[in-house]
């Protein structure tokens, strides 16, 4: 199967599931290793394991053992989708997932992260010879079950987390119960208010059990009553104070098992801290308060880095109450930073555990603060994901904008670790609306799905340098966003060509119109009159075209017609559309279609598209296909129309130039009457007008452009014919980069001007030209008593160049006699 099969295959399951069903064409079907290469990439894997989940809720009967058996063999690497595929296997309830663990079981039996999390899935609690995993399995409330349950939580995924748990409680209730159930749910999070009636010894091991029950606002309230009722908080508030007093002169360590009951303690208070809990218990919030009014000293003792970090996460959800503001920004004022939390990053660095300095950057990411500022560029070297995530919201506090090739390297590796990273990076990329000048790092942004991926695209100039696969994976996730941002870009067309199997597989599946429009419009951004590609609207060994007749199209099939009439190439039949109904958005380009072929010799029926619209593209199209020889019995009186008429009329100059295109005022020129024009003043009067307003209009846009210097062309060669010339010569004067081949032009301007009274001429193409025309332009600055010592030379120069002149004769006799 190929990326275009694939494609068509992911459209089906999407949008016709239906349809599937009945032609039984199961997923397991697409899935044969020796044909499907595409399977060993990882990509291809997120998007088949996307679409059996989205089979899983649909009709889960539709999955087969094949299929099952194909994720089983990306289970068995342990990658990135590992805990999505458990997930799938717990939900699907098939036979097929118990014969294939079992068969597992029965030939491993080695304690791994594969192994424990498949015998969960097993429903033979028995399949494995090991006691210790067999007691594990069945949930037995004892020690060897709490201890393995300890040393392998951190493995076990979270279905398998919820089967044991429902295991368990069909157990009976002991002291070990509790403690496996206090580890299972501090996972799971599961509310289980009932529980927490429980009557058990008032230890330790009691508050965990209840704090892992604290997982919304009524069990947190009602956990928080429970403790209450027997004194921990006023307990924790005594040992807080008791700690500091004994460290007030010197370091005074705690015992391990006071240390964990505090750090205990100090996590139930944080979750008191819950905002909703706050807002609404008036008890709560004083309690949880008067303990954290003492943190700010507790920190100043020597207490673990958990400690600290549960600390800082507190002190983070209060900072909207006034009081624990200010001590934090007062806090923030001492050398805490500079003391203490550079020496905690580096011992974290060794463990290559930083919880707490990411808790710590949380917390004064809205506190501006130059030591801070320091201490992110110090501790970016971690290359923490948590780290990074929060720096970076600093920075955009900070307003400050990353440009170090250093920093990129760092925020780079933490993308690859962990890509959530990309998406607070994106966030503060576009927020503070700049790009990452890293080739690098902006390919690995690249290679991961993110709903600001194309808004951080338009920021640049030119993306198109970037392009690569990873982006086609990218505009999947948003066909209409990525098209987009490519129509936006310069040079995307090797990059198109290059994945015309993509592009033609769009074209085959995408049944959106807007999103068939701009796959037209990108294939117009590629081409042009003198570059063409092969398009087909069924041929997919060519470029396919959506059938959607629209603007674009017509603007791509009129590029198509005139390539192929410059290289002397027969015409494609399906570059010729014939009698088509199209909207009026679309009918200028399509009225501008008919007339390429008109101008190329192929018929078109425009009587019968006459009767079936009108207006004024209808009206320019039968003047524009008189001037060609075609009979039209329908009379117009469109300004177009006229002009292709070949009608000589200086009023329809006067009247119109102003308000039309640049197409039209270039066509305009044509209908004026030299004639009648040279004796008319008034009309002359309002030619100078125009021409004067036309050439600030030029001066202020700039005459690079091609149509702009064919506009200035035709003003200049009006000016010939006018008389009252000397503004609009200084005028011209102040234009830049004038091209060299207007300066014959410009020297019989000057000389007109010259000759009708005027003291201006241009500078510039003094001695330059025809030597002829430079004798007439010496002669009447003579002539205008506009004569310096430099024409002297001139004079000079010319006597060499040219002989039998009388103009020259004469002007040599007058200066040697004066």
């Known amino acids: ?54 089979l899983i809720e649909k009709n889960s009967g539709l999955l087969e053992k094949s299929t099952l058996e194909y994720l089983f063999k990306i289970l068995q690497t342990q990658n990135k989708y590992f805990s999505r595929i458990i997930k799938i296997f717990k939900e699907a309830e098939n036979s097929f997932v118990n014969e294939l663990t079992k068969n597992y079981l029965e030939s491993n039996q080695n304690i791994n992260k594969m192994l424990l999390n498949i015998a969960v899935l097993n429903k033979d609690t028995k399949v494995c010879r090991n006691k210790e995993i067999s007691d594990f399995l069945l949930m037995s409330t004892d020690f060897t079950t709490y201890n393995f349950i300890k040393s392998y939580i951190h ?125 609404n218990n008036k008890k709560i919030k004083q309690t949880a308060i008067s303990l954290v009014e003492n943190y700010f000293d507790l920190l100043s003792v020597k207490i673990s880095l958990s400690m600290k970090s549960i600390i800082y996460k507190t002190l983070k959800n209060l900072r909207r109450e006034e009081e624990i503001t200010k001590k934090i920004a007062e806090f923030l004022l001492t050398d805490y930073v500079q003391k203490v939390a550079y020496l905690d990053f580096e011992q974290e660095r060794i463990e290559n555990e930083f919880n707490c300095t990411s808790s710590f950057l949380d917390l004064v990411s809205e506190y501006k603060h130059k030591k801070t500022k320091e201490f992110c560029f110090y501790v970016l070297t971690s290359e923490c994901p948590t780290i990074i995530k929060s720096v970076i919201k600093i920075f955009e506090i900070e307003r400050y904008k990353i440009e170090n090739g250093l920093i990129y390297k760092h925020i780079k590796a933490a993308c690859l670790k962990d890509d959530s990273v990309i998406d607070v990076l994106l966030n503060y990329c576009v927020n503070l609306k700049f790009v990452l000048r890293s080739v690098d790092l902006t390919r690995v942004i690249m290679s991961k799905e993110s709903l600001l991926f194309f808004d951080y695209v338009k920021l640049f100039d030119d993306f198109s340098i970037y392009l690569n696969n990873d982006f ?177 009329d200086n009023e329809l100059f006067i009247k119109n130039y102003e308000s039309v295109d ?109 030597y002829e025309l430079q004798v007439k332009y010496l002669l009447m600055l003579y002539l205008r008593n506009l004569w310096n010592n430099e024409m002297h030379y001139w004079l000079a120069e010319l006597k060499t160049k040219l002989h039998n002149s009388s103009d020259l004769d004469y002007l040599c006799r007058n200066i040697s006699n004066n």
């Open 472 to 648: 086609l994976k990218r505009l999947s996730d948003n066909r209409s966003l990525g098209l987009q941002s490519l129509l936006s870009m310069k040079n995307v067309s090797d990059f198109v060509l290059k994945n015309k199997n993509y592009f033609n597989a769009l074209v085959k599946t995408e049944k959106d119109i807007e999103i068939q429009k701009l796959i037209v419009n990108l294939y117009n951004r590629i081409t042009s009159f003198t570059k063409m590609h092969s398009f087909s609207f069924t041929d997919e060994s060519q470029v396919l075209l959506p059938k959607v007749y629209f603007s674009g199209l017509f603007k791509l099939f009129s590029k198509a017609l005139i390539h192929s009439h410059i290289n002397n190439k027969p015409v494609k039949k399906m570059f010729v559309l014939e009698e088509l109904i199209v909207s009026e958005d679309d009918l200028k380009e399509y009225v501008d279609y008919l007339k390429v072929q008109v101008i190329l010799g192929i018929q078109i029926k425009v009587n019968e598209l006459i009767r079936n619209y009108s207006g004024k593209y209808i009206d320019d199209l039968i003047g524009f296909c008189r001037s060609y020889g075609y009979k039209i019995n329908f009379d117009s009186l469109s300004l177009r129309s006229r002009i292709y008429e070949n009608r000589k």
């Open 662 to 770: 640049k197409f039209t005022k270039f066509a305009l020129h044509k209908t004026i009457d030299l004639n009648e024009l040279s004796i008319n003043s008034i009309h002359k009067k309002e030619f100078e007008r125009i021409l004067k307003n036309e050439l600030n209009l030029l001066k202020i846009e700039g005459i690079n452009s091609e149509e702009n210097l064919l506009l200035f062309k035709s003003a200049l060669n009006l000016l010939l014919v006018l008389d009252n010339i000397d503004s609009i010569v200084k005028l011209i004067d102040e234009f830049n980069n004038i091209p060299t081949e207007f300066n014959e032009l410009l020297i019989k301007i000057s000389i007109k001007n010259l000759c009708n009274g005027g003291n201006r001429y241009f500078k510039h193409v003094l001695r330059k030209g025809p």
């Open 155 to 279: 493995s076990l995924e979270l279905p398998c987390l919820e089967i044991l748990l429902e295991r368990l409680l069909q157990r009976n209730k002991n002291i070990y119960f509790y403690k496996i159930f206090t580890e299972l749910n501090l996972k799971l999070k599961q509310k289980n208010m009932s529980l927490m009636d429980e009557e058990i010894e008032q230890d330790e091991d009691y508050v965990a059990f209840i704090f892992s029950l604290m997982v919304d606002e009524e069990s947190i309230v009602y956990g928080f009553d429970k403790l209450y009722r027997f004194d921990y908080f006023n307990s924790l508030y005594s040992a807080i104070k008791s700690l500091i007093k004994l460290n007030r002169f010197e370091d005074k360590l705690m015992l391990p098992e006071d240390e964990s009951f505090m750090e205990l303690l100090l996590n139930v208070n944080h979750k008191l801290t819950n905002q909703n809990v706050l807002l």
């Open 1 to 54: 199967m190929n990326e275009s099969d694939f494609v068509t295959f992911e459209k089906k399951i999407y949008s016709d599931l239906v349809s599937l069903t009945k032609e039984d064409k199961q997923l397991a079907e697409q899935f044969d290793n020796e044909e499907y290469s595409l399977c060993d990439t990882l990509d291809s894997q997120e998007r088949i394991i996307t679409m059996v989940e989205y």
